[in-house]
């Protein structure tokens, strides 16, 4: 190039001199030289050239040519794979519908380990082609114990989209309208994962019409402007199974299904926890799934072994747990940790000694930080998981005499609130998880405290199914015989109307045996009359007589007018099924002349024991006007149990005046009374009757299947007498049972 550059300049002189030009005095006499001269370098020019340009072509590579430069950046794809996702597709389907609705911002908030970033991160990826101009990805951390500042999201999300290190700098207002600017007219996703709040994600949300924002998080951000947002919950057992058998293969779920079943309730339905068991069952093929549900039944250890690698159940709550205040900590651990599954404000108030405004913000909070659910605005409760963290932080965070200090608080509310007569029906279960867990730390006064002024409130016939539980729960725990021959008392009685009579005369015998021991004959004759009851049930009618009247004579010596009622009253039912109405009406007269106000149902008892007494006597006119007594009274104080026996009364009245329609309305009705409060020796009652009013009528295949029904039905309450009173209804309908 320089030799080119001197060329043209001597040339240009040269040039100037053959037209004319002067030259200096000492070269003007060679002026004659100018147009040879220009000759000889025009030549030399043009080789020079020839040469650079050969030069030129065997410098650059033979194949294609270097390509124009230009200013357009590549869109960036910033986004991870997304892991399989399994059960999901409801969501799936909510998210595309809220964009299509028109949403820009889409916000997927959930507890830690339910699958939010696989969803958003799924959904991404399918709409990908719609978002030409690029997608960013930006993990804020904020389960982590430092959040990504928007400032430094900002700076690489400019980055990413093409400016230059000068437009990366400035305040963080600055940042976020450059950003906003930047991609205005694009086409663009941004999905914006584990977001700490709001304050975190708004600088970061483009403002372009053909942008979406996705966000994730562990809280509830429900104020950024325009946003919809969708919760998600626990994953259902059926699609839970489907997550595991993805992770693990069908046959081994087919092999083990009762196994797998377990392992995703231990699960609590959390993505998260079901990766990690199907992985470890992955990497471990001779395990089955029932041998990992052993391991994890202890609850002890059961968030231990929820660990595999890097991903564990325990950070995954501590993260958020460690983010909360002291106020909302104290109230995650002490109301977390309640023994019952659904717990209302005043009660947790109560367990965390707490003013009740303050544990219901602090209750708030939490559901925004998906610690606890709140399945309606006045419950509260924590799936199995999270209950075992809260245990966990109650025993590592408070000392022994708090954690008793607060579950004494939830004891004496519980009782107080029984004994004030108050509405304890939401609080049935809490009562029985609670004395549990009383009894377990050997609270055993507190316990039956509560026992004694919960049992008044059990007035409904369906109650006796949750009084067994009641007073099994301190009869199993208390040491005092005065206090365990009373429980033992109640669980006899309670079995007894359950129809179990096998247990009910263990137990009523049990109670004998205490009560002889402490020589107390008040005790002494209840029990009696409990174990009377419990053999003539059990079909010992003469054991059964010698009970009762001894009972009888106690009950008497002590001038304790309504046992002696209630004695003569199981007499007389006892007599009526001998069939020795000459005994049962003079026992039970005499229990009726020393009947008085207010009226109860053992007036409907007594009546109804008269009433089948002079139906064997042959008296049914009497018989009727008793039996419409009793249903007065049933009627009277709304008592469906003494109701399903007038039913039973009539319509053996029916019976016996061939009023066989009239029969069998009154005994299905009964033993739907008797199906509803679960009243099992009633149930087989009903079907036993139901079988003889078919067999009168020449119905034999109805006949069949209800005797069916009733044998079924005594053999499994353990009465092995009915039962055999079935079967043998059954043979005179000189038909083979079914099968």
Request: with cysteine; net charge negative; aromatic share 4%.
């Amino acid at each position: 190039m320089t030799v080119s550059s001197l060329l043209s300049v001597v040339l240009a002189v040269v040039v100037n001199v053959a037209t004319g030009g002067d030259l200096p005095e000492p070269v003007a006499a060679y002026g004659w030289l100018a147009w040879p001269t220009v000759a000889v370098l025009t030549f030399t020019g043009v080789g020079l050239a020839l040469w650079q340009h050969r030069l030129g072509q065997t410098s650059q590579p033979s194949a294609s040519p270097v390509p124009p430069p230009t200013d357009d950046p590549v869109p960036p794809s910033e986004l991870p794979v997304a892991p399989g996702l399994v059960g999901r597709e409801a969501e799936l389907a909510a998210v595309a519908e809220l964009v299509g609705g028109g949403a820009q911002v889409v916000v997927v908030s959930a507890a830690g380990g339910t699958g939010k970033s696989a969803l958003a991160l799924s959904y991404a990826h399918g709409v990908r082609e719609h978002f030409p101009d690029g997608q960013l990805y930006v993990a804020l951390g904020g389960a982590s114990a430092t959040p990504v500042q928007p400032q430094e999201a900002l700076i690489r999300m400019l980055r990413a989209v093409g400016l230059d290190a000068e437009e990366r700098r400035g305040t963080l207002d600055e940042l976020s309208s450059r950003f906003r600017s930047a991609v205005a007219d694009r086409r663009l996703l941004v999905l914006l994962d584990d977001a700490f709040d709001a304050a975190q994600v708004r600088p970061l949300i483009p403002a372009g019409a053909g942008c979406l924002t996705l966000v994730t998080s562990r809280r509830l951000i429900a104020d950024l402007p325009g946003a919809a947002v969708l919760t998600l919950d626990a994953l259902p057992p059926g699609q839970a199974l489907e997550l595991l058998t993805a992770t693990i293969g069908a046959d081994r779920v087919a092999a083990d299904p009762s196994g797998a079943r377990r392992l995703v309730e231990i699960c609590a339905g959390l993505p998260l926890a079901v990766r990690i068991v199907g992985s470890r069952l992955r990497a471990r093929p001779r395990w089955t799934p029932s041998a990992l549900a052993d391991r994890l039944a202890d609850e002890d250890r059961r968030l231990d072994e929820l660990r595999l690698g890097d991903r564990a159940i325990r950070s995954t709550f501590e993260f958020t747990y460690d983010e909360l205040s002291d106020v909302d900590r104290l109230v995650f651990r002490r109301a977390g940790a309640h023994p019952g599954v659904l717990f209302g404000v005043e009660s947790a108030a109560r367990r965390c000694g707490l003013d009740r405004r303050v544990v219901q913000d602090a209750l708030d909070r939490l559901v925004d930080a998906f610690l606890i659910e709140a399945p309606t605005p006045s419950t509260y409760r924590l799936h199995d998981l999270l209950r075992l963290f809260a245990a966990e932080m109650l025993e590592r965070k408070e000392t022994p005499g708090d954690r008793v200090a607060c579950l004494i608080r939830q004891l004496d509310w519980l009782r107080d609130l029984a004994a004030s007569g108050g509405n304890i029906a939401h609080e049935r279960d809490n009562i029985l998880a609670v004395l549990r867990t009383a009894v377990a730390e050997g609270l055993a006064d507190q316990a039956w405290a509560l026992v004694e002024a919960v049992h008044p409130l059990l007035t409904a016939a369906d109650d006796h199914t949750y009084r067994l539980q009641l007073w099994r729960s301190t009869e199993r725990a208390t040491a005092d015989d005065r206090r365990r021959v009373r429980a033992l008392r109640w669980v006899s009685h309670s079995y007894g109307l359950a129809g179990e009579v096998e247990r009910e005369l263990a137990t009523a015998r049990e109670a004998v045996a205490v009560a002889e021991r402490l020589g107390d004959p008040e005790e002494l004759a209840q029990t009696t009359r409990r174990l009377g009851e419990a053999l003539r049930a059990h079909g010992h009618p003469q054991e059964a007589e010698g009970q009762l009247l001894q009972a009888l004579r106690l009950f008497q010596r002590s001038h304790a007018v309504e046992e002696e009622i209630e004695v003569r009253s199981a007499l007389g039912v006892l007599y009526n099924t001998l069939r020795r109405p000459e005994r049962s009406i003079p026992m039970l007269e005499r229990a009726a002349a020393l009947l008085s106000a207010p009226e109860t149902a053992l007036h409907g008892y007594v009546l109804l024991g008269l009433a089948a007494g002079h139906k064997l006597a042959g008296h049914p006119t009497e018989a009727s006007a008793l039996t419409r007594q009793a249903f007065g009274i049933a009627d009277r104080l709304d008592d469906e149990f003494l109701r399903g026996y007038c039913l039973h009364e009539r319509g053996w009245l029916a019976v016996e005046d061939d009023r066989h329609r009239d029969a069998e309305k009154d005994f299905l009705t009964m033993l739907e009374i008797f199906l509803r409060i679960r009243h099992g020796a009633g149930v087989g009652a009903a079907h036993q009757a139901l079988g003889s009013v078919a067999a009168a009528q020449g119905r034999r295949n109805e006949a069949v299947h209800a005797f069916e029904a009733a044998t079924e039905e005594y053999e499994r309450l353990g009465n092995r007498t009915l039962a055999d009173e079935a079967r043998s209804s059954l043979s005179e309908l000189d038909l083979p049972r079914r099968s």
